[in-house]
């Protein structure tokens, strides 16, 4: 027993590891809609899943509390956490402004080969909506959002999107499949801005898709009578008319 304790007080690599393994598999379980929002996480189910005991399990519930995935309640447990409508309209306004400014800085940047590496994708994109599968279709929104973060090469901000955009993912998976056709026409205009080297409106059309996407979320899986969806319109200013028809 006292050995035990003394070799877990240890810094020791291999069980920070074990502890990141399993916060990715309870993260990837969360994100990908197996646990819903409200779901009660039982320890030991999580452990048996994993493959660990239910120390990691604990630590990485710890660590799932502190990303906002998780809320640990006293005396009653872990539960997947349930996003208000003011998260919900948080998490928009912040990735709606940071996806405009990884556009914008994409568009600078001008990067020839991350911009090819986009536009094969926006084929398979293409493709994709038009025979519906949420999967390769959230796949594949978060293959081209995240190329778009690459492009914009500034690692500090696609660190903090990284996070950002697995939780509106995570929103946002619900309505992928209704909003396809929609959404990769928005990527396929972000891409010709970016080409053009119009960072303005790059980082504008990219603004303006997320929080379409997030209007479109909010009036259809919402009382949407209650909530101010129009709040997100103030921060993200309409597409100029003349600058819609040049991108298209
Ligand atoms: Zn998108």
New binding site residues.
Partial sequence: MQQQKAKALQPDASRQSLRDLTTNTIRAAILSGQYRPGDRLIEDKLAAEAGVSRNPVRESLRALEAEGLVELKPRRGAFVATLTEDDVLELIELRASLEGLAAKLAARRGDAALVAQIDDLLARGDAAATEPNDNALAEL?HE??ELLACAGANRHLMEVMQLLRAKTQWLFGSIMTARARD?WG??ANILRAMRDGDDELAGLLASR??AD?GRFYLARDRDSSELDVDAIGVLVPPVPTSARSRSR
């Fill in positions: 929104n081209y959002h959404s928005e990527h898709h997320v996407v």
